[in-house]
């Protein structure tokens, strides 16, 4: 799904790759690691899943995803983005 108008990102968390650049430039969009790596451990942030970097190592030295793949291919490169949804609750 790409998204193209900024209220559909809220709530969301999408691939960078998937932003138009429109709204990959908004300074108030929130990035993160869409793999945490530690020395020995790795956990997708998409799906919070440990990840057996052993198994899903790329060429490249990244590794990926497989418990989420279905989503799409999240690489250890790659940042998660999201907006915080305005609140319009009344006080």
């Not at 790409?2 to 932003?19: A, F, W």
């Not at 908004?26 to 052993?54: F, S, V, W, Y």
């Not at 590794?63 to 319009?88: A, H, V």
């Amino acid at each position: 799904m790409l998204i193209q108008e900024l209220n559909q990102l809220y709530g969301r968390q999408m691939p960078e790759s998937d932003l138009p650049e429109s709204l990959a430039q908004l300074p108030t969009l929130e990035r993160r690691p869409a793999i945490l790596l530690t020395d020995k451990h790795a956990q997708c942030q998409r799906c919070g899943q440990p990840i057996d970097r052993r198994e899903t190592q790329l060429p490249d030295g990244s590794c990926y995803c497989g418990n989420c793949i279905q989503l799409g291919r999240m690489r250890s490169t790659d940042n998660l983005c999201s907006l915080p949804e305005p609140n319009r609750f009344q006080k």
